[in-house]
């Protein structure tokens, strides 16, 4: 591994972390792009070049994630994208639904958040990904809990690791094109975008250009924020 700084992404390999792997990677990071899914890290191991490392594991493995952190010369920046959403009505959200949302979304980004914090020096950076759902929402109460839970996890973990010149923020990304929202039937996406501000979703890169700000040395005076990164929808209310 050379001596750029090196950054630690956790569902890299679509989406919005993947913007996130290509454009860390622009700016000089070295990025180990995590994820879950096989062939969707095969295809980016494919395209990309040697700033890109690879590497399959579950972010709910506590003991994955501790020793794919612990094999790292050092991380200066931890992007925590990985979540999963389903949409269910708030009456037939079972326990489980409920369990596994919390599980992936919360506990999956607070596992890699701890590893790394662990070894992190002053300087760092730690960056979660919430969502303009965290202000509510219709048809995916569980969805809105974890990322609600999201920004006070933010919060908490900023004001603990100040002293240690950490910064911890969030991106709430609104309806964003990767291949979660493209999983919705055609007619429900249509009607999706067209309720955002712009008439647009937002292009995943739209988002990783804040993570890539919020993740930079530079923005050293920010930490405990949520920036809203929706096109403004968040300002006019909480219809979704
Ligand atoms: P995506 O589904 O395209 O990518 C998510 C990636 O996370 C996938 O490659 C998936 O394999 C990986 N992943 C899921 N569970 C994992 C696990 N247990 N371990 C390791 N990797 C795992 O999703 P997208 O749209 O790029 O979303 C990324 C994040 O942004 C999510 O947290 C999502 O909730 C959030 N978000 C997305 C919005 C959108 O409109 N697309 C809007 C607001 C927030």
Redesign the pocket.
């Known amino acids: 591994m050379s001596s750029a700084p090196l950054a630690f992404v ?9 913007a996130t792997v290509k454009r860390l990677a622009e700016d000089g990071y070295h990025v180990v792009a ?4 096989r062939e ?1 890290l095969d295809a980016l191991a494919s395209s990309s070049n040697d700033a890109i490392t690879p590497c399959l ?4 493995d506590r003991r994955a994630v501790a020793s794919a952190i612990a094999a790292l010369p050092r991380i200066d920046a931890l992007v925590c ?5 389903q949409p269910r009505r708030w009456d037939e959200i079972s326990d489980n639904d409920f369990q596994l949302m919390l599980n ?2 919360l506990l ?1 980004t607070f596992i890699p958040m701890q590893e790394a914090a662990r070894r992190m020096t002053p300087g760092s950076r730690i960056v979660t ?5 965290a202000i509510g929402g219709i048809g995916f109460a569980h ?1 809105v809990a974890s ?1 609600a839970a999201i920004i006070g996890l933010t919060r908490a973990l900023a004001m603990e690791l100040k002293e240690r010149q950490i910064s911890v923020n969030s991106v ?10 493209r ?1 919705m039937p055609e007619d429900q996406y249509a009607a999706a975008q067209a309720l955002e501000p712009t008439g647009k ?2 292009d ?1 890169a739209d ?1 990783a250009e804040v993570i890539a700000f919020l993740a930079a040395p530079s923005t050293r005076f920010i930490t405990g924020q949520t920036i809203f990164v929706d096109g403004g929808k968040s300002l006019g209310g909480l219809a979704i």
């Open positions: 956790t569902g890299g390999a679509s989406g919005i972390g993947l995590v994820d879950c899914h969707r594991l579950d972010i709910t994208v990985a979540g999963i959403y992936v979304n999956g990904v919430s969502s303009r759902a969805y990322k709430a990304p609104g309806f964003t094109d990767t291949p979660m929202t999983s979703a937002a995943p988002i």
